[in-house]
T-cell receptor
Framework: DTEVTQTPKHLVMGMTNKKSLKCEQH?????MYWYKQKAKKPPELMFV???????INESVPSRFSPECPNSSLLNLHLHALQPEDSALYLC????????????FGSGTRLTVV | AQTVTQSQPEMSVQEAETVTLSCTYD???????LFWYKQPPSRQMILVIR??????QNATENRFSVNFQKAAKSFSLKISDSQLGDTAMYFC???????????FGPGTRLSVLP
């Protein structure tokens, strides 16, 4: 298995809703990442988990809450989002970061109404 | 801080022709890695090719090759025998040694025309 699987592929949520994005990989990678990508822009790093511990939090608002239950699974819990949070959310994993690059998932297209 | 520049927001090429995408970067690091990622309409970021800065030899992957000029801080991507499936947004990316985050360029939208 050489894929990063993200669910759901599309999500529409209201500003008072609570929802979660899920990311899964079975390549034995020990680092996992959340990126946010607005239309026609490059991805922006949100969080990095290394060996199941949060190692980087790029000053993301607390309405985004990451969780890494085990080395294969990464969640992003969403609560009280704003319309400007609408974007493509990409998950990625790596075995050695800079040396090998990342394997990305196909993303979750999030719309906040 | 590092920056990555892609000066061509959009490009087009005829099927079977060759096209070169430009990328320049700025860094004070000596050891680093450079990447080209493509993002087709399917949205997934796909690694096209990577280059280690300490290697002088240019990386190649089938129809994809790079021209890496370390002194000039230039890292262009050449796509030979362009195919319709090459239509995508292409991002040039930098990562320093022991880094955990890419610095992406703004992207070049490539259209391959039949």
């Amino acid at each position: 298995d050489t894929e990063v699987t993200q669910t759901p592929k599309h999500l529409v949520m209201g500003m008072t809703n609570k929802k979660s994005l899920k990311c899964e990989q079975h390549m034995g990678h020990r680092a996992m990442y959340w990126y946010k990508q607005k239309a026609k822009k490059p991805p922006e790093l949100m969080f990095v988990y290394s060996y199941e511990k949060l190692s980087i939090n790029e000053s993301v608002p607390s309405r985004f809450s990451p969780e890494c239950p085990n080395s294969s699974l990464l969640n992003l819990h969403l609560h009280a989002l704003q319309p400007e949070d609408s974007a493509l959310y990409l998950c990625a994993s790596s075995q050695g970061g800079e040396r090998y690059g990342y394997t990305f998932g196909s993303g979750t297209r999030l719309t906040v109404v | 801080a590092q920056t990555v520049t892609q000066s061509q927001p959009e490009m087009s090429v005829q099927e079977a022709e060759t096209v070169t995408l430009s990328c320049t970067y700025d860094t004070s690091e000596n050891n680093y890695y450079l990447f080209w990622y493509k993002q087709p309409p399917s949205r997934q970021m796909i690694l096209v090719i990577r280059q280690e800065a300490y290697k002088q030899q240019n990386a190649t992957e089938n129809r994809f090759s790079v021209n890496f000029q370390k002194a000039a801080k230039s890292f262009s991507l050449k796509i030979s025998d362009s195919q319709l499936g090459d239509t995508a947004m292409y991002f040039c990316a930098f990562m320093k040694n022991y880094g955990q985050n890419f610095v992406f360029g703004p992207g070049t939208r490539l259209s391959v025309l039949p």
